[in-house]
């Protein structure tokens, strides 16, 4: 039964025909009933794939009903943010020609941190930079830091001043 290759490429190839059980022989007869034991029942794929079709339909009618409500919903909203924008501009400015706190947030959220100006002197050895009002906060930035990276020292610098503020 078993053939062996060619002398040269090191390799038997093995051709035997392996041995077919009952039930894949029926399955090739174009039996389509499953076997579960004694008891055998006809499998009607037709009426099966029925429900699924069904079920999808209704999933991408649904799906698509949602996407469109959400971009309803984003233009509804849309359209309230730039109807409260219109109506709080002149309260706040009549609030701020009054000199009265207005109770409405501003453009800043309140975790959004405070807004900070700097004051920036150049030095023999390096760049001086302090917060504006915060004379504690004043530091000296060496030049090679500076040549290296100006935004690693400028992070650098910000780290320092954010520890100082908590």
Avoid: H, W
């Amino acid at each position: 039964m078993a053939k062996k290759a060619k002398k040269g490429n090191g390799t038997a190839k093995v051709a035997v025909k392996p041995e077919q059980p009952q039930d894949a022989k029926k399955a090739k007869s174009g039996d389509t009933r499953q076997s579960q034991g004694d008891n055998r029942q006809p499998l009607d794929l037709v009426a099966l794939r029925k429900p699924v079709l069904a079920a999808k339909a209704k999933l991408e009618t649904a799906e698509a009903e949602a996407k469109s409500m959400v971009q309803k919903a984003e233009v509804l909203v849309d359209e309230a943010k730039a109807g409260y924008r219109e109506a709080l501009a002149p309260y706040r400015e009549a609030c701020r020609k009054a000199g009265v706190q207005c109770e409405f947030e501003a453009g800043r959220s309140t975790n959004v941190s405070p807004k900070v100006s700097f004051i920036i002197e150049k030095a023999d050895k390096g760049i001086r930079v302090m917060v504006k009002g915060k004379p504690d906060s004043e530091e000296l930035i060496p030049i090679a830091a500076l040549k290296a990276s100006v935004n690693k020292a400028a992070y650098a610098y910000y780290a320092v001043f954010a520890v100082m503020l908590s």
